[in-house]
């Protein structure tokens, strides 16, 4: 696959501009947790409950900043954050590794 149809994104997202560009999108959540997905894969899996939603009507575009949605998750490849140690920091879980 070409550079031109890999995207690097902090989120996952589905837009109209890229149906039928056959792009791979690679998200790093905030979390650390990393997931790889085909974006016309994941839209044809997920076109019914798109056309419906406000956003992607308004804005031609989906995204979810912390998680892949649940219809997609069975086709979309995820690596948990390796985390060596947690420490419970002011209320806060803090990730530390090594």
Do not use: W
Request: glycine share 4%; aromatic share 8%; charged share 25%.
């Amino acid at each position: 696959m070409s550079k031109l149809n890999q995207i690097e994104s902090k989120r996952f997202v589905i837009r109209k501009s890229l149906i039928g560009k056959n792009a791979t999108i690679n998200v790093v959540f905030k979390s650390g947790n990393t997931a790889s997905y085909n974006h016309d894969e994941v839209y044809e899996l997920m076109k019914a409950k798109l056309e419906v939603m406000n956003c992607f009507i308004k804005y031609n575009s989906y995204t979810s900043s912390s998680s892949i949605p649940v219809i997609a998750r069975a086709i979309v490849e995820t690596t948990k954050a390796k985390v060596d140690e947690a420490v419970l920091d002011a209320g806060l879980l803090v990730k530390i590794s090594n």
